[in-house]
């Protein structure tokens, strides 16, 4: 076809997956380039919401070797505190315990985003604002797409990091979606505090869901401020979004309970309904899924988009193994290899979260004996809460 650019890999969604896979591959000398349906101006905007993701030490130890500061981003985590707000249960997690400086950060997403974006920008990969790709044709040796303004694509491999309704995933791969839902909502905002947070990410298992107030930067006038994801059941997150924010607070208060003193003041709420999902597969000739178009997990853990990073960090690997031996990186044999390696892990995470959701999120009295169960034997156990910090820390 006439008038294409060719590109070795194309990335549609440059969210903070796509476009860490796109930065990735570009510093190993790929020609990439990444289309993304927000204008220019939505994503270089402050987010009034603040939104924010715990970027576990794996994660931001990858993110660093890419050029992208994480530590100057975001906040530390330096322990994890989860208790259950029916029983006695309660769990401290260290980052001491496993050796470790951090647990990870609390990094705003727009933050890493922009920050990624400007890391691209920098180096000269083309990253198309406001476009939206349709699939062509598929040639034996190359993908082609076209935008909405009639422009051509070709490409060797396409990457979609669309995020959890990516419409190429449907168009490309007839694959099943797995979807559980969890008839929660997850209300976020960030939350002013009378004491600081010190570093710790703060959990408590209530029955209607797990609310979160994780570390986050002080406030202009130096108050100390935590992000916070508070997952309730749909009925009850629809009353504490109608609220005012007084009102609002007060039920966080009682819900929370006096750990960081008052809480005194809340940022823009916004709501996300919450759902497992799980593509059967990954990859067909010269296209592959990563981040939330694969797999999506309840936030409790703080895992999705560290799993996304995963993908791009397994992905990048398999394309630079198959380069060096002048293998044709698009060919579906090859991406069967990625399949095969990230399947089982997100596969397990997905479910895992779903069943820690359910374990936590609910008034039965064997489900309680079990937590607490649980929760005693990591508290007093150096080894088991070693375990629990590597698997919450790891790339
Ligand atoms: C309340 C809440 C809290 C969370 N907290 C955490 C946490 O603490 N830690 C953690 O690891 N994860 C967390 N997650 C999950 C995390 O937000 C997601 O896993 C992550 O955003 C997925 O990144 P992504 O780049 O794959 O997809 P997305 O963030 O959805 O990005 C997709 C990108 O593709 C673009 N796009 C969409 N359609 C198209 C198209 N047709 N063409 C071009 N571009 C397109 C979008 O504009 C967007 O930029 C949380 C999720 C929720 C709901």
Redesign the pocket.
């Known amino acids: 076809m006439s008038g294409s650019s060719h590109f070795d890999v194309l990335v ?7 476009a860490t896979l796109g930065l990735a591959l570009a510093l190993d000398g790929l020609q990439v380039a990444l ?4 204008s220019q101006e939505q994503c270089h905007a402050k987010d009034p919401h603040e939104r924010c ?2 970027i576990n030490t794996g994660a931001s130890q990858f993110l660093a070797s890419l050029g992208i500061p994480v530590s100057g981003l975001g906040t530390p985590v330096e322990r994890m505190r989860v208790w259950d707000a029916e029983h006695a249960g309660s769990i401290q997690l260290d980052a001491a315990d496993a050796d470790v400086q951090h647990l990870g950060y609390i990094i705003e ?1 727009r933050q890493l985003e922009q920050a990624l974006h400007q890391k691209l920008q920098e180096m000269g990969v083309p990253l198309f604002y406001s ?3 349709e699939h062509q044709h598929a040639g034996p040796h190359s993908r082609v797409l076209m935008d909405s303004r009639g422009a051509f694509y070709r490409t060797t491999l396409l990457a979609i ?4 309704q ?3 995933r449907r168009t490309l791969l007839q694959a099943s979606v797995f979807g559980e839902d969890y008839r929660q909502e ?1 209300i ?1 905002a960030t939350i002013s505090t009378e004491r600081p947070h010190g570093g710790t990410a703060y959990q408590r298992f209530l029955p209607s869901g797990p609310l979160a107030l994780l570390p986050f930067t002080d406030g202009v006038d130096g108050e100390p401020r935590t992000s916070m ?1 508070w997952s309730a059941q749909k009925p009850l997150a629809k009353k504490l979004m109608a609220l005012e924010n007084p009102a609002f607070l007060e039920h966080l208060q009682q819900a929370f309970g006096p750990q960081l003193g008052r809480l005194s003041q809340t940022g823009v709420r916004s709501s ?1 309904p919450l759902s497992a999902m799980h593509v059967n597969r990954y990859v067909d000739n010269r296209v592959v899924l990563l ?3 694969a797999h999506g997990v309840h ?1 409790l853990a ?5 799993l ?1 990073f995963r993908d791009a960090a397994a992905l990048r690997q398999i394309i630079s193994d198959a380069r060096s031996t002048h293998q044709d990186w698009g060919n579906l044999n090859i991406l069967e290899t990625y399949q095969r390696q990230r399947r089982p892990d997100n596969l397990i995470t997905v479910f895992a979260c779903g069943a820690l959701n359910h374990l936590f999120s609910n008034r039965s009295r064997t489900l309680a004996g079990l937590r607490d169960l649980g929760m005693l034997g990591t508290a007093m156990t150096p080894r088991l809460r070693r375990f629990f910090i590597q698997q919450a820390i790891v790339l």
């Open positions: 549609s969604g440059a969210g903070m997956v796509g289309a993304e349906s927000r993701s715990l997403n476009t939206r790709l990091a669309e995020g959890r990516s419409r190429l997850a976020t994801v996300h981040g939330d178009s936030p703080g895992l999705g988009v560290n996304g």
